[in-house]
Every structure is written in C-alpha cells, then in structure tokens.
C-alpha cells in the first residue's frame, strides 16, 4: 500500500507539473539572452523599418511634392447617431477617391483614430470638394447625407479634414468638411 | 527561449485572448487630434497594424507634421516598437523621455504638472515592461514602481499586475500579496495576477494560502472565453493542489467547477478519477478513466489515465486486470514513444513545419497558427500540442513577421523600379521642354519692356515734377498748340492787327487753362497705369527668375531622386536575401522547438511507461510473495 501511495503521488505530482507547464508558469525565472535566431530578426526588423522610412520619404517627395500636395483625412467623433459604412469623395466633378469600411476601420476611427483618405496633386486655384458618407444613421435606418468644401489651393502642400461628429441637440450627425493650415 | 516563455507567462490573459501586441501598447485615451498625423498613427495602431502605425510615425516625424502632439507621439513609438519586439529600442526611448532624471516629480498641483507626470509615469510604465521582459527583474520592479499614480485605470490594473509577478520572480512573495490583496476593481489582469500569486505559493509550498487565491480565481463570474478558461484553469490547478495533499473531497469541488466542453475536461476527468481514488472509491475513479482512455492517446489526461486504470484494478483486488491493463499500457506508451522518435526526426528534417507553414500565410495579423491545415499523418497529430506551447507560437511571430517584412520588400522591389521609370521619364520631358524654350528665356523682351517702362515713367515724373500740363495735351490740343506755335513763328504776324493778337493770346489762355484743368486727373490716370504696367513686369520678372531656379533645381532635384533610388534599390535586394536566410533560420528553429517539444512528451512516457513496468513487477512480486507464504 505504501508502494502504490507512492505512486499515486507520483502521478499526481507528475501531472501537476504538466498542469503548470501548460498553464505557463512552470517556467523558470532566469534571466537569459535572447536566442541567436531572434537577434537577427530584430535587427531585420529594425533594418526594414528604417528602409521603409527611407522609402516612403522618397515616395512622396517623388509622388506627391509639398507645392502641390493635397492629402484629405476623415476622423470619426464619437459615432453614437451614425455607423459609417462607406465615402465617396469627388473633386470638381470628378471621383477622387471611394472608400468600404469594415468593422476594424470604423473602430479604429471611433477611438480616435484619423484616417488619410488620399493623398495626391492638385494645381493651384479654386476648386470644390464634395463628400458623400453612406451609413446607418439614428435609429439603425440607411442613412446618405453630403458635404462640400469650396477652397482655393495656392503653393504649399493642403491638408483638409472629413469630420463626422454627434450632434446631440438634433440627435443627428453631423458632416463637416475643414481646411488645416 | 526561456525568457521568451517567462515573458509569455507573465501575460497569460494577452495570449488566450490572442492580443499579445494590442496589450503591449495603449495611447492615452481622450486624446483630442491637433495633428492629422498623430491621429492618422493612431489609425493604424487601432487597426492592430503595428509595421504600419511605425512607419507612419517615423515618415511624419521626419516630415515634421507631428508638432503639437511630439511628446506623446514619441512614448507611443516606444510603445509599438516594444509591441513589435524591437526591446532595446524601445528602452532607448523611455530613457530618453526620462531623460536623465530618473526620479519621480513630487509636485502635484496644476495641469501641466499632472499631464508631465501622466506621460512620465507611462514613460516609467513601459521602461519597467521593457527591463521585465529583458530579464531585469529588480529594475523592472523599481521603474514600475516609480510610474506613480497618475496612469490610466487599465495600465494602472496592468502595471499592478507586472509589479506584483516581477515580486513573485523575486521570491518576494510577501509584496506580491500585499498587491494583490489591495486589488479594488474585478479586472482581468487582477484575476490573473491572483491566478499568478496562487501558483507561486503552490511552488513556495504554501497550499493553504494558495488555495485562497486559486479558490478566488475559480469562482470569478466569468462571460468572456479568456476568463472561463482561466477559471477552468484555477480550478484544474487548485483541484490537483488538494489531491497531492490527499484531500479528495476538496479536489472534488474544484474540478466539478471545470467546464465539461472547455479544453480542460481531459485533466478534470482525470483528477476527478483521482479524487474518487483519494476517497477510497476506486470503482468511481473507473468510470471517468475509462472514458478517457478511450480518447486521443497523445493528450497527457489520457496518457495518464492508461496508468491509473490498473491502479484502481489493483486497488480494487483485481490484479489480474491490473497485470493484463499494465500490460495494454506499456504497449500503448511503447506505441506512442515509436510515433513520437518517427515524429521528431520528421520536425527536425523541417518538411513538415514547411509544409505547415506554408499553407497559411496569408493573414499576417493571426497572433496564433491555424491547425486545421495540419497534415493528416501520424506524426503531425503530435504538433498540435506543440503548437500551442509558448515557445513554438513566439518563434511562429517571428516567422510571420518575417514573411511581412519579405512581402513589404517584395512591394518596395517593384514600386522602386516604377520610381527609377517615372524619374527617367521626368528627365526625358524636362529636356524636351527645355529645348522648346527660347534662348535666354524672353530676357531681352522683358528688358526691353522693363526699359520702355522707365522712360515712360521718367516723362510722368518730369511732368509732374514740371507741371508740364502739354504732356498730357491730346491730339487735338496737341495741333492747335502747333499751329498756335507756327503762326507765333510767321513773320507775317508781327504785323497782325493788335485785335488778333490779343484774341490769339485769348485762345492760347482757355487752352492752357483747359489742359491745366485736366493735368491732375491726367497725371492720376498715367501713374494708375503706369503702376499696373510696373506689376506686369514685375511679375514677368518673377515669374522668369522661379523659371530659372527650377530649370537649374529641377535636374538637381531628379538626380537626387534617382540617386536614392539607386541607393535604396541594393539595399531592398540585400535585405529580401537576408529575410529569405532568417526565415530558412527560424523554419529550422521551428522544426528544432518542435522536436524539443516532442522529446519532452517522449520522456513524460518514458516515465509513465517506467511506473507501469514497475507497478507490474510490485503485483508479480507480491503475488509470488502470497504464493510463496501459501506454500
């Protein structure tokens, strides 16, 4: 009998430590370097990002230089009377961009998040903007609304902001299109 | 690897609910955008695409549109790149937040003071995760200490969470309690940090006490998956505490809290077997042993549960099931070490893992790797335990990581060659169109009219200057003043009747008083556009001076970007070859990790098949004692 309590504890003690092990804290707490493996990968990592960097400076600076640079973002505030579902924005009559939302982007847009929604050139003068934000608006109902901006682009790069936001005295959302300096 | 696994122990909760990275970093909530940049960094850290919101960090740091937000946008890089396992870097920039007081602010009264200690408490929050998961436990625990009370209530929950394991780590049980049992709010990261505090004091044996946290954690009123397994597992741990201090009844109430349909039933079953046992019932510890026996070999519930059977025959009197069950269990674990050798040479050969990997690459956003492509062999059923160990899914981030930097490479490869196009296509137009341009691009007409204007201005100025009213005399006035002026000069009229004269005169009077009379709003009318005139040139002269500096700028400016292209190109050559070295590395890794894996499943049967064998010959030596005594 004694033999067999042995056992039994064995096996119990065995199977303690697999629990631990698998639950993760069987581990010992040493301080160790990290393997040879994750160093490089680090330092790939790093390298890549740095290049990436270098890249995309070049990107724009190519693409789309400051003088005639026109980037448009879209910001979400709050969210509470509209779930946004999709934006098509036109410029002087022509589509410039048309964007599908899914559940991620719309969530990352509720938190404070700012999209950039285009970047791109455009001569200097005066044109008009008009976005079309399709959705769910109060009460779950499909909901389609517009809004315009006429601004003047002049030398230097214009950056202008797609805002939609609560308006809690109607209980309606509100679209606004605005420059930034 | 070891502290990979201690890093991942420590944040249990990240992994079941599969958000290890979201975890690592959190901005500061509330945060009104004075940046569309900042903000458009915060986009991307949202979505959970962490290679993109760096990258946009650094792009619009280095174009200088994150101004307003510069201090907080620099903790956040610190933050993604801890998230993205870039640890040194990271500590480089909390340091430097720091800066090189690394004493806590005491002042605590206006706005400003507060939102400096906020972000220097976060500053000090994130270096001590950073030192934690280097291995520098004892700094770790003072920067964590220093990050103060003014951190956001979830990096507040966590930081107490971090402090109170790294006292664990430092067998420093009592603070670790003192943390825990001051814990206010029911929170995931409390629950796990009781979880964490009950198996120290298992390992320090301290059940007793243990067994409070543990029974605390196993009672939680769970909704989320995360939670119900963590529950499932306090329970499992507390239930086979109680068994190894033989307390059956104990253990009973522990394991019947485990979900019968949650990944732990196998070892409930198998502990509630053993609490049957523990109590003498040896038939009840049948039924749930039987039952897994009947399930998959390779889960160590039902491995064990090969071996116990016999126990209870044994116990049970029945030692000839006990001989025959041994018996079947030495050949089962004889069975299962033969697949698991086979296995392990096939993980380090590292077909298998690429043959795994390679099937499901798409999604670079999975923190963990999907099973259902697994290989249908024999060996292949053993990955699953592997895969879901620490060690395997850490080095799968890597891998997964690096076929994302392959893929962005690749992507740079070919936009790079359409840049170098689009570069060569510029040049080409721009020496088109500089040969479409006149020589000395209109110099001398703008000189010209520059000169023309002079003069002109010269004469109003004179005018003016002069009262010279016959300046601005029309056509008209301008003949009769000639004809005026050629009959004054005819000798014939000196001798004109005085009466001619004298209305000559007359005339010549109203004239000039006529021509005086308009000379204000002539010369106003002359200088209004003259100016005009003046701006036209003007802007001609402008406009051929911007001209000029392009047509000089403008090749600079396109060799510079050839020439970074050409930099940039053998640089994203280089760095496609070494991921494709790396990634070769990490499969191999992988395939090692693996193997280790299934070497340790190999000798946990090794051991179990060690104890049938000596549970055997303990039966045929007492029967053949009985025997002996009988005769």
Redesign the interface.
């Known amino acids: 009998m004694n ?2 309590t042995s ?10 430590v ?3 092990v ?4 069987a ?9 040879p ?2 160093q ?3 330092d ?20 789309f230089p400051a003088n005639t640079q026109l ?1 448009l ?1 879209l ?1 979400m505030d709050v969210g509470k009377y509209f779930e946004l579902d999709s934006v098509e924005v036109t410029l002087d009559g022509k589509e410039l961009s048309s964007y599908l939302y899914t559940p ?2 719309t ?3 509720l ?6 929604l285009y970047i791109g050139n455009l001569k200097s003068g005066e044109h008009e903007l008009v976005a079309v934000f399709t959705g769910k608006g109060p009460s779950g109902r499909d909901y389609r609304r517009a809004a315009s901006l006429g601004f003047e682009k002049t030398l230097g790069a214009k ?1 202008v ?1 797609l805002k939609i936001s609560d308006r809690d005295s109607s209980q309606q959302p509100e679209f606004v299109i605005r420059e ?1 300096e | 690897m070891r502290s990979l696994a201690r890093k991942l122990s420590l944040v249990a909760a990240i992994i079941g609910s599969g958000q290890l990275c979201a975890a690592e970093v959190t901005p500061r909530a509330g945060v009104v955008i004075e940046d569309l940049s900042y903000g458009q960094v915060l986009y991307e850290y949202y979505k959970q695409d962490y290679f993109s919101a760096l990258t946009t960090l650094l792009v619009e740091e280095h174009f200088a549109r994150i101004n307003e937000h510069a201090t907080e946008a620099e903790l956040l890089r610190g933050g993604l790149l801890l998230s993205y396992g870039l640890h040194s870097d990271a500590a480089e920039i909390f340091e430097l937040l720091l800066g090189n007081d690394m004493a806590p602010t005491l002042v605590e009264d206006g706005k400003a003071l507060f939102a400096e200690q906020e972000l220097r408490g976060r500053a000090w929050f994130f270096l001590g995760k950073v030192l934690f998961q280097r291995g520098y436990t004892s700094e770790a625990a003072e920067a964590l200490r220093y990050s103060g009370d003014k951190l956001p209530d979830h990096q507040s929950a966590e930081r107490d969470a971090l402090l109170s394991q790294a006292y664990m780590e430092l067998g420093e049980l009592g603070k670790a309690e003192q943390i825990v049992d001051a814990w206010e709010s029911v929170d995931d990261w409390g629950n796990y940090a009781r979880y964490n505090l009950g198996v120290a004091l298992v390992k320090a044996n301290r059940v007793n006490e243990a067994g409070v946290y543990l029974d605390a954690v196993g009672t939680i009123k769970a909704s989320s998956e995360e939670m119900l397994a963590l529950r499932d597992r306090a329970n499992l741990a507390l239930g086979f505490v109680w068994l190894r201090q033989e307390d059956g009844a104990q253990a009973k109430v522990a394991l019947e809290r485990i979900r019968l349909a949650g990944p732990f039933s196998n070892s409930a079953l198998l502990g509630y077997g053993w609490a049957e046992a523990a109590q003498g019932n040896y038939r009840g510890a049948l039924v749930p042993w039987l039952e897994l026996r009947d399930r998959k070999a390779i889960d160590p519930a039902s491995q064990e549960s090969v071996l116990a059977i016999p126990y209870a025959y044994r116990q049970l009197g029945a030692n000839q099931q006990a001989v025959e069950s041994y018996t079947a269990a030495i050949q089962i674990y004889d069975d299962e070490i033969g697949r698991l050798d086979r296995a392990i040479v096939v993980a380090r050969q590292g077909e298998l893992m690429k043959q795994l990997l390679t099937e499901d690459i798409s999604d670079f956003s999975r923190v963990s790797w999907s099973l259902s492509s697994l290989p249908d062999t024999a060996e292949a059923r053993y990955l699953y335990e592997v895969i879901a160990s620490n060690r395997f899914q850490t080095g799968l981030r890597n891998y997964r990581d690096l076929l994302m930097l392959a893929s962005h490479l690749r992507d740079w490869q070919a936009r790079l060659g359409i840049y170098g196009d689009i570069v060569d296509s510029r040049m080409a137009a721009y020496a088109i169109a500089l040969e479409r341009l006149p020589d000395g691009l209109y110099a001398e007409q703008i000189a010209a009219h520059r000169s023309t204007y002079e003069g002109v201005a010269e004469t109003v100025s004179a005018a003016e200057n002069s009262y010279g009213s016959a300046v601005f005399a029309s056509a008209k006035e301008s003949a009769v003043l000639q004809r005026i002026d050629a009959l004054e000069n005819s000798p014939e009229w000196a001798m004109a009747s005085a009466d001619a004269q004298e209305k000559l005169q007359l005339f010549k009077g109203v004239l000039s008083w006529d021509m005086d009379s308009d000379f204000k709003l002539q010369l106003w009318q002359q200088q209004g556009q003259l100016s005009e005139l003046g701006t036209i040139i003007e802007d001609s002269e402008n406009t051929r001076a911007r001209l000029v500096q392009r047509l000089t700028a403008t090749p600079l400016l396109l060799e510079d970007y050839a020439e970074r292209a050409r930099m940039l190109a053998p640089q994203v050559e280089q760095l496609i070859d070494e991921v494709a070295v790396v990634s070769s590395l990490q499969i191999s890794e992988l395939g090692e990790v693996a193997a280790e894996e299934l070497v340790d499943q190999r000798e946990r049967l090794l051991q179990y098949r060690a104890q049938a064998r000596f549970a055997q010959a303990a039966i045929f030596d007492s029967v053949s004692a009985s025997t002996e005594l009988a005769e």
Do not use: C, H
Request: proline share 0%; net charge negative; no cysteine.
């Open positions: 033999i067999m056992f039994w504890r064995q096996l119990i003690g065995l199977f303690l697999v629990i631990l698998t639950s993760g804290f581990q010992e707490v040493k301080t160790e370097a990290a393997a493996i994750d490089q990968v680090q790939l990592k790093r390298s890549v990002l740095n290049l990436n960097r270098e890249l995309f400076v070049l990107e724009e600076e190519l693409l980037m973002f910001s991620r982007e969530d990352a847009l938190r404070g998040g700012v999209q950039r950056f902001e930034w």
